[in-house]
């Protein structure tokens, strides 16, 4: 029937005996109170035996529902790139299992202060009217080279603050492994950010973040974690883990009983020659579900008995349901953020340096258009197998490198995207869960 809602505007679902439907677009949740809307959404799915409904009704309630599926408007102008991540080196002291960053043992080479302050002014020239700009360290192991850190805070602080009198932020990505006295009071001085990456309680981190001697890398995250707390450092946890992980729960809670925020993120592949697998199947995402399920009950019981929550992915999602957040590309890679490698050479986001192709342009001839637009994160309405799906304005699109290395009709596309809607699926419920709760707390 055409005038029926589009399948794709709207995610229909029980959840705790009741049934509900997710708008995309507008965000919305609605319960599904009475059997007329049942009927409708029934025969919206394409299921004919739904109860007998009129066209007068249908066209009624698609009349009114429609306002909750009309996709939001793009804004008028692109943000301008105020986040520069830089390379520091390829080289780390680790070597993860599953890592993308293509490190070895003969990619020491650290990036020269010229190419980071190049990078800095490029950004400042392409850029002048920003009030702030962001500087994130990455790697490889940023920490090999601390005078290099060093350095660059001082020259950066020089060019965005002193002469122009504007704010910068600092950010870096590190194993944890390396933090001596001098970082500790760098980081404290400047205020920065440090994202300190381990994969859970120490069994399951030193299953693939192990040294380059293949010890594992837990107790030295542990110690280290300690001396950031005792400095009051603002830092955060960072998890990798294989969806076909059996051990959801367990990391959920050991980082819980850590009283760090912490954020946790899939494994993906960015086609670096790896034997690790980054393969995962229908029985692993039916794992999942009950995991995720199993967290998000322990989370949402967390959060009733007014017990503080350090899961950031938890945090945000629930944000996102409540503010009724929209996101039309899946991150800011090529857009707000560009990353700049030992070489000097520009690339979208960190995940495609090992693909020298996909590489914009260098700190001294500049960004190529044609390329920026062909790499960076696109807009999730130009996403051909975007389109039918309801979770498109929740997840953005997701990760452009992914799609260009596999292909967007490729099986291993469709179970991320099924892992995807599987994540957002149970973040929707505990927000059902949470929502007058949530509601309470804010008014
Ligand atoms: C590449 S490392 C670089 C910074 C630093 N050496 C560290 O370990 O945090 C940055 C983050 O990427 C994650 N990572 C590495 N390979 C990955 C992959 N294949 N999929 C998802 N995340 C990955 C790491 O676990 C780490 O949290």
Not at 37 to 65: H, P, R, V, W
Not at 189 to 197: I, L, N, P, R
Not at 285 to 311: F, S, T, W
């Amino acid at each position: 029937m055409n005038n029926l809602l589009k399948q794709n505007s709207f995610y229909r679902f029980s959840y705790e005996n009741k049934k509900y439907v997710f708008f995309s677009g507008s965000q919305r949740i609605l319960e599904i109170g009475n059997p007329l809307m049942d009927a409708y959404f029934t025969l919206c799915t394409g299921d004919e035996t739904a109860d007998k409904i009129s066209d007068n009704e249908i066209a009624q309630i698609t009349a009114t529902l429609n306002s909750l599926c009309t996709p939001p408007k793009h804004p008028a102008t692109e943000p301008r790139q105020d986040m520069l991540t830089l390379n520091v080196t390829h080289g780390c002291n680790m070597a993860c299992k599953y890592c993308f960053a293509s490190t070895t043992q003969d990619r020491k080479e650290v990036m020269s202060l010229s190419v980071a302050r190049k990078a800095i002014e490029n950004m400042l020239k392409a850029n002048p009217a920003s009030g702030q700009y962001t500087i994130y360290f990455f790697g490889g192991e940023p920490l090999l080279h601390k005078s290099f850190l060093h350095e660059v805070v001082a020259m950066a602080k020089e060019e965005i603050v002193g002469k122009r009198g504007k704010k910068v932020i600092f950010l870096i990505n590190t194993n944890g492994t390396l933090i001596d006295e001098s970082l500790l009071r760098l980081f404290k001085e400047e205020k920065f950010t440090v994202t300190v990456s381990m994969d859970g309680p120490e069994d399951i981190n030193d299953e693939n973040r192990i040294f380059t001697n293949r010890r594992g890398s837990y107790r030295r995250i542990i110690r280290n974690i300690e001396k950031l707390k005792e400095h009051h450092i603002r830092f955060n946890i960072r998890a990798t883990i294989h969806p076909n992980t059996r051990k959801l729960f367990k990391i959920i809670r050991f980082f819980e009983t850590l009283k760090v925020p912490y954020s946790y993120a899939f494994t993906m592949d960015s086609g670096t020659e790896r034997k690790y697998t980054f393969d995962f199947g229908e029985i692993d995402l039916d794992r999942l579900d009950q995991q995720l399920a199993e967290c998000i009950a322990y989370l949402v019981a967390k959060r009733m008995k007014g017990e503080p929550i350090y899961n950031l992915d938890f945090c945000n999602g629930l944000k996102t349901l409540k503010d009724k957040t929209v996101r039309l590309q899946g991150c800011s890679a090529g857009r707000s953020n560009l990353i700049v490698d030992e070489q000097g050479r520009y690339y979208a986001c960190q995940n495609m340096l090992p693909l020298r192709e996909t590489s914009l342009g260098d700190v001294n001839s500049g960004i190529q258009e044609n390329r920026l637009n062909e790499f960076r994160s696109q807009d999730v309405a130009q996403l051909d197998n975007c389109r039918q799906c309801w979770a498109r304005y929740l997840c953005g699109g997701s990760c452009l490198n992914e799609r260009y290395l596999h292909g967007s009709q490729s099986v291993y596309i469709n179970m991320k995207c099924r892992l995807i809607r599987t994540i957002w699926k149970h973040r929707i419920h505990s927000y059902i869960a949470l929502e007058s709760f949530i509601n309470n707390m804010s008014n």
